[in-house]
């Protein structure tokens, strides 16, 4: 046994990629939260979704042109099938809009009434997608890349294997899963970009403040709010065909369930921040990896804390590494004590919230 | 103060009278009950019809085949007395908890006399405390967390289907037969996935073996790195896995990009199947050479009928969609076990003479027969005896190379395992020949060699300038 037990490396990389998806993931709901100023409950059904319409994509295609070498690759391509998955989502959140929260601000509803109105559009679309699509796991075939990236973008380094000292230090990344690292932190920073350097982002963010004054500064606020749930929505659904790449299988419950972490990122990093996004999303996401590690070491046999205890004290303490995800939590109540508007937010925000 | 002593009358009047008109007719859980076979017997079949439809539709399907023969046989053949049909209730349980608990509900609203069903053992668990207070016995065709067994907490619950007590005993059998004693355990936290390891882990370390890690994750779920990585921390000699085919799918993908493919994969019912990594190519690189248990296939007489009947048009009738038929696939493993529960509803409602609870509890447990599934009998715990195959994932076909029923046999021959390690099989004994790990990657010395090569172009760099 060396004396570095884990593989710090690639647990570092799997921390990363994690932290990867939730920062694409949470981009969306930052902009309607911050533009917006309620909690989207439906964002869990962008995410499902732009899983589905980028998969359906796929099926139509297959069965519309002939599947040879040439066209498997146009057929099967990643970028393509995130792309309709950016439109069909981002058409998604624009009915949203027309056919539920924009009524509800023409009648001056508070924020909660636009918090449960989509919990109510999130189980409605779960319940379409089910009886459309079914409700067991969709197999993932694995799209492919322009340029044949899938086999030149991977990492696989073995830096040591079964050192005494060091043990197996390795870095393996798949092409899906560096494409999510780069896409997250090209997609945020370009969001912030846009709020922050655009006549469009300046218009976003005064609608944010004060519609009212907004539109008498002459910025068309309903266009501004529906191109607001067009991109927030868009890039979710961009971001979850990718996430769909990585994984085994799919389903109408992957976006739901990925919801408390989205919200626990936007949350920590602080309302409307996007940056403070990709740091709360890193510190969850590690939070959950180096508390697996504990937790595997603590139960593992024979040397474990567990045991040791059992041994000492007669009695056992049995600490499941299955935990982790709830650790992520505890570091956001944490940090929410000491900073209840986030790490990046500000006061104002609060208040504003749900 | 009259009138209040007027109303406060009136009040205790209206109480009172409440209280015997709902007196008339008690609202109590004891089930209307007779001590005589009624003419229509009340059958209930819950499955995964939705939830898995690869698996649920087909037994469901031969659940309604049962049902259709029993009703119809005539003469000697005929197991229940003439006159006495049984009438089918089918019912989707989602394959979630949720879902099983509507169909539970359902069928207690419509007086279900009997139940088979369901698939997963957290379901059949919901239901089993749901029919429990009205006493409705429950025969579960593919449920096998040994936590059934407890019949404190499940009284009316039995099954054609071992419990996975019997197959952990094997897997453990299977490992020690390697001389296997260091492993990790990976599954899902539901009770199909916990009750298997249990008895592994308890029979494992019995036997001097130790289990270094036991990694966790929830049925459904989309992220398993940290799991995964884990298991190749521990440098374990093999590793159980132990969940159901789409759980297998998602773990076993993050295996294969992680690198940890490579090592002794022991897999169980729920994912020896090709079920796991169809149109995942993914998924059936990263299980090759795995090795692990699957019920042993069906023989006998029955299970010749059964399956020569199965892709008859008589069964057009059925309640479609269907998946084997439709297909044209071998009919899911559980399919015949869902045959035979009826066949033992049938064989016990006819001993007993009632669809009162406890004299048909009673009666099932003594049933025996020569079913689809073999031979079916059940000990005092309404459980059978559990049979399974070892056998081992090569390409897309599974290979057979022992067996268990009280204690493994081998079949004479070579096994390459997925650490490109040897194996001969003679005697029933199971001889390493050729050790592994495959050739690695090479290490520290690597990156030893591109700073050595570094260093040099730069001194040379230097001394050019």
Known sequence: ?354 | MQKKIRTTILIMGLLVFTTFLVGIRPINAEPKKTTALPTTIKIGGVFPITGRPEAGRDRRDAFLMAVYEINNQTGTDRILPAGVNLLPNVQDDLNTPEGAQAAADALVAWEADIVCGTSGSSNSMTMASTFTPHKIPQISYASSSPALTNRTAYPYFMRVAASDAWQGVAVSDLVQAFNWTKGAVIHTSDAYGTGLIEVFTTDFTAAGGTVVTDQIFDANALEVSTQVQALKDAEVEFILGNFIDKDAATCMKEAKNLGVDNLPWITTDGWSTTATFADEDDVKDAMQKSIGTTPAPLTGAGYATFNTSWFSTDWAFLAGPKNSQDTGSAFNSYAPLSYDAVYVAAKGLAAAGSVDGDELLDALYDVTLEGASGSVSFDEYGEVIGRYDYVQLVDETYTTFGEWQDGPTFIDGEITLADCSEWSIASNKITNTKEGPCPAAPGFELLIAVFAVGVLVAIVGRKRK
Do not use: C
């Open chain 1, 1 to 354: 046994m060396a004396i570095v037990p884990v593989d710090v490396l690639s647990h570092a990389a799997i921390a990363f990629v994690y932290a990867g998806k939730l920062i694409l993931l949470t981009i969306g709901l930052n902009m309607t939260y911050s533009v917006l100023k309620f909690s989207n409950f439906s964002h869990a059904e962008w995410v499902t979704w732009g899983m589905f319409s980028s998969w359906w994509l796929l099926q139509i295609l297959a069965f519309l042109v002939p599947w040879d070498a040439e066209m498997g690759f146009i057929i099967n391509n990643i970028l393509i099938q995130a792309t309709f998955a950016f439109f069909m989502v981002g058409i998604l959140g624009i009915l949203s809009e027309i056919l539920v929260f924009g009524r509800l601000r023409d009648l001056k509803a508070s924020a909660r009434s636009f918090t449960v109105a989509s919990i109510g559009i999130g189980l409605v679309v779960r319940n379409l997608l089910s009886m459309v699509f079914g409700d067991y796991p969709q197999p993932v075939s694995s799209p492919e890349l322009p340029f044949g990236l899938e086999d030149i973008l991977v990492i696989n380094i073995t830096l040591t294997n079964r050192d005494p000292i060091l043990g197996t230090q390795s870095i393996i990344l798949t092409s899906y899963k560096i494409l999510i690292i780069l896409i997250s932190i090209i997609t945020v920073l370009l969001i912030d970009y846009i709020f922050k350097h655009t006549k469009f982002g300046i218009a976003m963010r005064a609608t944010s403040d004060s519609i009212d004054l907004a539109q008498v500064s002459g910025i068309n606020t309903r266009q501004i709010i529906f191109i607001t749930w067009f991109i927030a929505a868009g890039v979710t659904g961009f971001g979850a065909a990718f996430v769909r790449a990585t994984q085994g299988r799919f389903g109408t419950m992957d976006g739901f369930s990925m919801l408390l972490p989205i919200f626990a990122v936007v949350i920590l990093g602080g309302v409307g921040s996007f940056r403070g996004g990709i740091v709360s999303a890193f510190i969850i996401s590690y939070a959950r990896e180096i508390s697996a590690i504990i937790l595997t070491e603590f139960q593992k046999k024979p040397y474990g804390l567990q045991y040791v205890i059992e041994d000492l004290l007669g009695f056992t303490i049995s600490l499941s590494p299955g935990y982790m995800d709830g650790v992520g939590f505890v570091v956001l109540i944490l940090v929410l004590l000491f900073r209840p508007q986030g790490i990046f937010g500000s006061v104002e925000a609060i208040r504003a919230r749900v």
